[in-house]
Structures are given as structure tokens and as C-alpha cells.
């Protein structure tokens, strides 16, 4: 049973446009939410983190957004750089437990020129 | 310096064989982790240690085992390895709480 759900396995976006990845969850328990990004032979690298007590977190470029009655959670890239292309991986954990992230399978994000 | 990192990062071995995987960081970070990567992509906790305490251990074959022997590594041995043990197998580290992962680069391991 996958906890974390990204339904989109590939994304194509034009560059300067809007990029947004989606995610949905079944656990109500978790709290925190996590993206990370990650390159061809590299590991994940954390991009931008929620906590359930807010609706949206704000970074540079980076916006996660969390809407928690339809356990869903998007990040929004703007304006998307070639550099972004990458799999973007979504996280969820449950903040009083042990620290145990589950991941979601991963959105292929290509940035075109 | 590379704040975590796994050797080897490629593995090829015949099914049967005893192989492990190392891994250090030099974050001074209390809490270390290891996940598989499998063929569909989900990166799936395996084992998780504090301060060389075992506080995670998912539903796992016992011919993995984690060994912790300082909180700055945190190996994996894994016995009698089988077809189904190909995948990539990534470290991590943790200031311990909700906060975030920091990743290695990941170990390829193919069993034949």
C-alpha cells in the first residue's frame, strides 16, 4: 500500500513557464512534507519542506502548497530553468515518531529551451 | 568533502554472494539511514540508527544487516544475495526529528 502517491511519471515544461508537480497522500497522520530533487547518479538533495500547520511555504523560485483535507501538496517552480530538469521526489513523515520519511516514486521533470 | 558517502558506488556479484556496502558522513549528524531504490523508483526505508542504537528496522530479510560501529558510519551486509537485491541503495544522515535527509550518492547493486 503506497502512502505516497506521485500519479505523474514524466513532466515537460517550457522554459520560464510554470512548472508544477503534485502529490497525494492516504496516512491523515502525517505532518510534515518534504520534495527533494535529484540528478542522474546522484542522491536526493533536499529542496523545500511544509508542516501541516501551514497551507504554503515559500522559497526563491520554490512553492510547496498543502491542502490537507484533500491530502494533496504541489510544488510550483517559477519561471522553470533548464537547470531544474531532474526527478523531483515528494516525502511525508509523521513529526512525533521516529524520523521515517516515505517517499513517493518520483515525477521526471524535463525543462525545454 | 562530500558530506555523505557510499562505497562502492557500483556493485555486480553473483546470486549467493556476501557483499557490503560502507557508508560515512562527516556532518556530525546523531541519526543515519539506509534506503532501497527499487525497479518502480520508490525509495523505501530500510533501516534507521541513532547514535548506533537501531531504531527503525522495516520489514526486511534478515540476510540484511546493518552495522553501526560510531554514529559517523553505517554499513550494510547482505548474505546470500538474490536476484531480487538488485537496486540502488542509498545512505542518509539526519540531525535526527522531521528535518531533513541528506543523501549519498547511491550504491548499484546487480546481482547475476
Known amino acids: 500500500d503506497q502512502q505516497v502517491k506521485q500519479n505523474s511519471p514524466s513532466l515537460s515544461v517550457q522554459e520560464g513557464r510554470i512548472s508544477i508537480l503534485n502529490c497525494d497522500y492516504t496516512?491523515?497522520?502525517?505532518?510534515?512534507f518534504l520534495w527533494y530533487k535529484k540528478y542522474p547518479a546522484e542522491g536526493p538533495t533536499f529542496l523545500i519542506s511544509?508542516?501541516?500547520?501551514?497551507d504554503k511555504n515559500e522559497d526563491g523560485r520554490f512553492t510547496v502548497f498543502l491542502n490537507k483535507s484533500a491530502k494533496h501538496l504541489s510544488l510550483h517552480i517559477v519561471p522553470s530553468q533548464p537547470g531544474d530538469s531532474a526527478v523531483y521526489f515528494c516525502?511525508?513523515?509523521?513529526?512525533?515518531?521516529?524520523?521515517?520519511?516515505?517517499f513517493g516514486q518520483g515525477t521526471r521533470l524535463t525543462i525545454n529551451p | 568533502d562530500t558530506a555523505v558517502s557510499q562505497t562502492p558506488k557500483y556493485l555486480v556479484t553473483q546470486m549467493g554472494n556476501d557483499k557490503s556496502i560502507k557508508c560515512e558522513q562527516n556532518?556530525?549528524?546523531?541519526?543515519m539511514y539506509w534506503y532501497k531504490q527499487d525497479s518502480k523508483k520508490f525509495l523505501k526505508i530500510m533501516f534507521s540508527y541513532n547514535n548506533k542504537e537501531l531504531i527503525i528496522n522495516e520489514t526486511v530479510p534478515n540476510r540484511f544487516s546493518p552495522k553501526s560501529p560510531d554514529k559517523a558510519h553505517l554499513n550494510l551486509h547482505i548474505n546470500s544475495l538474490e536476484l531480487g537485491d538488485s537496486a540502488v541503495y542509498f545512505c542518509?544522515?539526519?540531525?535526527?526529528?522531521?528535518?531533513?535527509?541528506?543523501f549519498g550518492e547511491g550504491s548499484r547493486l546487480t546481482v547475476l
Open positions: 511544509i508542516s501541516s500547520i501551514k
Open positions: 496516512n491523515s497522520m502525517f505532518d510534515y
Open positions: 516525502a511525508a513523515s509523521v513529526r512525533s515518531g521516529a524520523q521515517k520519511l516515505v
Open positions: 556532518l556530525g549528524h546523531d541519526t
Open positions: 542518509a544522515s539526519s540531525k535526527g526529528g522531521p528535518g531533513e535527509l541528506f
